[in-house]
Antibody
Framework: EVQLLESGGGLVQPGGSLRLSCAAS????????MSWVRQAPGKGLEWVSA????????YYADSVKGRFTISRDNSKNTLYLQMNSLRAEDTAVYYC???????????????WGQGTLVTVSS | DIQMTQSPSSLSASVGDRVTITCQAS??????LNWYQQKPGKAPKLLIY???NLETGVPSRFSGSGSGTDFTFTISSLQPEDIATYYC?????????FGQGTKVEIK
């Protein structure tokens, strides 16, 4: 059974940093692209960032480019999102998600974690 | 960036009704479109991928169609457990972008 468990969320001041983690199990982690998707309170979904199975290709939404860094450790089956220069508008539940197709880019999220809440406020 | 426009933003229908949601892309995305269901307080769930392929385990009352810029999502017979918000999402350009969502309620 595929399981994705996010951690690392919390309250941070504007301008601060936070690192999210997503521990994966139940599938061959290194074979699948992974993504981070966020949802601000009461709002819709926003695809934040994605990374290929090898980690060699990464993608970012314009809203986070230059501030967030996605990475993965395939030896630990763990996905990360390093978030710097945080703003109030980054407040959201952050979900990690697994790609449907093996060896494909992050296009279709077939499994999602339960999400972790990031609150940026002074 | 590719913009995805969903309509309506909300709808109310009776159990057993046929429900249709549309999604329009700002440019041709071929069939690179997915549909997700999100229930309150829960993570999204993949229902349809590549515009018309039903994800494993998803009831057959859900379907999708379209290509290019215009797409349709249909629930053939609305059930009480279908109360949720539905999102389309394109992946022609990465990272993909979502529509604003359609909230489905029971009348």
């Amino acid at each position: 059974e595929v399981q994705l468990l996010e951690s690392g969320g919390g309250l941070v001041q504007p301008g601060g940093s936070l690192r999210l983690s997503c521990a994966a199990s139940g599938f061959t982690f290194s074979s699948y692209a992974m993504s981070w998707v966020r949802q601000a309170p009461g709002k819709g979904l926003e695809w934040v960032s994605a990374i290929s199975g090898s980690g060699g290709s990464t993608y970012y939404a314009d809203s986070v480019k230059g501030r967030f860094t996605i990475s993965r450790d395939n030896s630990k089956n763990t996905l990360y999102l390093q978030m710097n220069s945080l703003r109030a508008e980054d407040t959201a539940v952050y979900y990690c998600a697994k790609e449907l197709r093996i060896a494909a880019a992050a296009q279709i999220a077939d499994h999602w974690g339960q999400g972790t809440l990031v609150t940026v406020s002074s | 960036d590719i913009q995805m426009t969903q309509s309506p933003s909300s709808l109310s229908a009776s159990v057993g009704d046929r429900v249709t949601i549309t999604c329009q892309a700002s440019q041709d995305i071929s069939n690179y479109l997915n549909w997700y269901q999100q229930k309150p307080g829960k993570a999204p769930k993949l229902l349809i991928y590549d515009a018309s392929n039903l994800e494993t385990g998803v009831p057959s009352r859900f379907s999708g169609s379209g290509s290019g810029t215009d797409f349709t999502f249909t629930i053939s017979s609305l059930q009480p457990e279908d109360i949720a918000t539905y999102y389309c999402q394109q992946y022609d350009n990465l990272p993909g972008t979502f529509g604003q969502g359609t909230k489905v309620e029971i009348k």
